[in-house]
């Protein structure tokens, strides 16, 4: 038998979601690309969406997740602060701990299946 587990995890603040897959996909899209609008070009959303995300988690985090750079001879941009490397790398730690316990489980419950 082929078994599988699906889950998915995302952390609220208030009763409104704060961080998940897709908050932690612009933000590191944002960080690799340099630029809001780049990284919503890299991830097929429109500016508007990814504005609105990015503004979602900014307003409820502890401080900005981006610093921004207004246009010139070089261009504007957008880049991560500490705390949005952090919020990175620790949400990618709860999502890597959360599957290895869920593979765990499931493989408790194949092994309790298959006697």
């Not at 207004?70 to 599957?99: A, P, Q, S």
């Amino acid at each position: 038998m082929n078994y599988k587990i699906k889950s998915r995890i995302w952390i609220e603040v208030d009763d409104r979601v704060f961080l998940g897959e897709g908050r932690i996909q612009l933000l590191k899209a944002v960080h690799q690309e340099g630029s809001l609008s780049k990284a919503a070009k890299y991830l097929n959303l429109s500016y508007k969406k990814a504005w609105h995300l990015l503004n979602s988690i900014n307003s409820s985090g502890k401080e900005p997740v981006t610093i921004n750079t207004i246009g010139g001879k070089g261009g504007g941009g957008t880049e991560l602060t500490e705390y949005g490397k952090d919020l990175i790398r620790v949400f990618e730690n709860i999502n890597k701990n959360c599957w290895s316990f869920l593979d765990q489980e499931l493989e408790t419950l194949k092994n309790l299946h298959e006697k």
